[in-house]
């Protein structure tokens, strides 16, 4: 996958989202606690975000990650196709997302499909205004340590996690092979 593509259609977006909000980028930038120059860089396809980055962005936005990722369309379906799914690889960590559920429906519940590399970690600060979003993390393959504040879980195969997103939180892979998991999203309680 080729990362220039990506990066324009990030970049597209962000500003597009931005100018419908009718926000400068001191205003994004205030709200999302990323800074000015980095949403600068990013909205002109200089830098590629992480996935971090990239998620405080969007929730500033009041978009979710699978909501940024979405074709935008006036046509819709209830099906997704595997091979139509957004791809997006986080720059820093090497993590491979896939936007599982199909873009358009009237829906609360977003389903990501993530493999995480051997080693990588991808740490999420507390969010006030994340507290009305829930996630279950389900661990298909691999092994997978979850700190949500100070508690540490870790997760086998198998095992569901559900954790609020407004909460500070940490994803490792301490293993040796690729963890993959599914990340079922709720948008609001």
Request: contains cysteine; glycine residues 6%.
């Amino acid at each position: 996958m080729e990362s220039v593509p990506i990066d324009r259609s990030i970049a597209e977006r962000v500003r597009t989202l931005r100018a419908e909000q009718g926000l400068t980028l001191d205003e994004l930038a205030e709200r999302s606690g990323v800074s000015r120059a980095m949403i600068s860089r990013v909205e002109r396809a200089e830098a590629s975000p992480t996935a971090a980055l990239l998620a405080r962005l969007c929730e500033a936005l009041g978009v979710t990650l699978s909501g940024f990722f979405a074709e935008v369309t006036d046509v819709s379906s209830p099906l997704s196709r595997r091979q139509e799914q957004r791809l997006w690889r986080d720059p820093h960590t090497g993590y491979l997302r896939r936007s599982v559920s199909p873009p358009g429906m009237p829906n609360r519940v977003d389903i990501v499909e993530v493999e995480f590399p051997p080693g990588a970690r991808v740490s999420f600060p507390p969010r006030a205004e994340s507290r009305s979003m829930t996630q279950h993390v389900w661990l298909l393959e691999g092994e997978l340590q979850m700190t949500i504040g100070e508690t540490v879980h870790h997760l086998q195969p198998g095992d569901c996690l559900f954790m609020d997103l407004g909460d500070a939180f940490d994803f490792h892979n301490p293993g040796q092979s690729p963890a993959r998991y599914a990340v079922i999203l709720d948008r609001g309680r």
